[in-house]
């Protein structure tokens, strides 16, 4: 049977060879779309986590606005000392975040300020990454780093002075003087102009705050462990007046970027996979109704309609399979080739007014996907030819000898 | 003889007579009297906060309705911090890094040194006065003067931070007049916040509040108090004084 089915895939070169084609390109396509959904989600959630918001926030407890922390860790000692042995923890740093007004000789402007641990940050977070000029923070204690749009704004360089000003824990009006060391670009126009790094230790000074700080931020070694991590770190640090969030609870704008993105994507997906399935049952539907007259002969013969319908079948079932490893070929060559090269998109200027967005894209394989698109196509192939048998199987030799 | 006296007593009486004033004549009055033409101040102001509270020692410093310069003595923290005002616009002066700071526009809002009043209030201190209409609601007789409650509306298309602001003050028999108590609304009608104006004695020569209350509505357990411990009004003030490069000195 199986080789009756392999003799007449190969009867019609021509026309299984357009199945086949158009089977392939199909998948390859559905595995391309889904590698660039893939890749659009890790690159943004890795880059905006990278560049600000970390995997992983310790707060304290009750803290309204969870972006810019209202409340204080008073001890950090104990959450430092959990977060060092915690499974599954990379890497984390203390922090205080807040907002500030950066000022120059030139301009004052709103800022966010992040004071952070510059030997810890170099390897935890990204934002070493984007310097386009200047050097990474070092032990000194005023140094700073500005986004290009900021430092335009402010009309400083490299060297320049820095005025901040924000409100202390006590309600005065804390200023530190800071030195322009480095000016990265990280893509985003709102990050660029509005976030000015720092060492820890000058930002407690600003807002008075002493040894104290408003954030912990970390980064897991698996992603994909991520809330198992968390609920480990939030059972380490019970008793302690903290709260453990992950990403997802504090940049809501990510979730909401990353939703909307999903929804579009996964329509054109959806679309994609619709036509690729019509365009199988197509082919397959119109080679068998080619072939009535020779199902029809065959039935004149003595072959049962069974044996007819699993001819078919066998036939569809290896034409589908031929398009499928054709199809999983040439999608894989696809996806190693931009996951090497990259793939210039504008996403990034698209999303980059809100947060950073990188503008090459390097494509990833999602296996799981893959294997449940490559099974897909594979059962819409070996059906699609099925109609077309069962319509000849039901008309009686002698009509099926008469269609032309 | 004794109706010489008495008619002199009745003359004495009429001079006394309050010269009948508008309702804008009240306003401006009551905004003037704790700043005069110029005058300087020695002022404590406490602020309480349900998470901290703190005290300032502020010598301040007005001329006309344009110029204001303000001087933190105390706590030695902020020690030499200055606030000068020139018009619209204003400046800072960190003592603690020995930087000026020029107010941008976007700060207007923030809070002046971690108390009830921002930036805009000593911008806008006559704002009551110019940009707004005024209308008389009441007046009723209070403890030797009489109280005034005033509302007063923005005028079209000014420059205004409140929706409506209900105003007391009291008229003395004499033409003095003092605020008692003013409330801020938002353009929603919202009370925002409320400042009494209490404790008048003589100081400086004149009849003034010397203890002024701001309580924000919706920040329960906020409240900042001004307890003016010293003013000399008509003090000579030429305009360098109020400059940008004194400031820095």
Partial sequence: MWLLAWRNVWRNRRRSLFTVLSIGSGLAAILFGQSLIETIQVQLVEKATGVFSGHLQVLARGVGDLKLPDKRIEDPGPVARALEVAPGVAGWERRWVGTGLASSKKDSVGVLVCGMEPEKDRTLMSIASYLVRGTFLGRETDGALI?????????????????????????????????????????????????????????????????????????????????????????????????????????????????????????????????????????????????????????????????????????????????????????????????????????????????????????????????????????????????????????????????? | MILRALACALALGAAAQAPKLTVHEVVDRANKVLRGDSSRARVLMSITTPDWSRELDIESWNSGRTKALILIHAPPKEKGTATLRRGEEMWMWMARVERLLKIPPAMMHSSWQGSDFDYEDIVKADSIVKDYEHKLLKSSPGPGYDVYRIQADPKPDAPVVWGKVLFEAGVFPDGWVIPLREEDYNERGELVRTIVLSQVRELGGRRVPTRLECAPERKKGRKTVLTYRDIQFDVNLPDSFFSVSRLQK
């Fill in chain 1, 147 to 404: 986004g290009e749009k900021l430092a335009a704004q402010l009309g400083v360089d490299l060297g320049g002075e820095l005025v901040l000003m924000a409100s202390a824990i006590d309600g005065s009006i804390g200023a530190e003087v800071l030195k322009v060391r480095g000016i990265y670009r990280t893509g985003s126009q709102t990050f660029d102009a509005s976030i000015v790094y720092a060492p820890l230790s000058a930002v407690q000074r600003l807002h008075d705050a002493g040894a104290r700080v408003n954030q912990f931020v970390a980064r897991v070694s698996d992603p994909a462990r991520l809330d198992q991590v968390r609920d480990g770190l939030a059972r380490s640090l019970r008793g302690l007046p903290v709260a453990v969030l992950t990403w997802k609870d504090v940049d809501h704008e990510l979730v909401g970027v990353q939703r909307y993105q999903d929804a579009i994507l996964n329509v054109i997906l959806a679309v994609v996979f619709a036509i690729v399935g019509l365009g199988i049952l197509n082919t397959m539907f119109m080679s068998m109704l080619e072939r009535t007259r020779e199902f029809g002969l065959l039935m004149a013969m003595g072959a049962r309609r069974g044996t007819v319908l699993r001819m078919v079948a066998a036939e569809s079932l290896l034409l589908g399979a031929l398009g499928a490893a054709a199809g999983a070929a040439a999608g894989w060559a696809l996806i190693a080739y931009y996951g090497r090269t990259g793939l210039a998109l504008p996403v990034g200027d698209a999303v980059g007014f809100f947060m950073p967005f990188d503008r090459v894209l390097y494509l990833r394989p999602v296996w799981g996907r893959h294997a449940f698109a490559l099974a897909a196509v594979l059962a819409a192939s070996a059906l699609s030819g099925l109609p077309a048998a069962l319509r000849a199987a039901r008309m009686s030799p002698a009509d099926s000898l008469r269609s032309v």
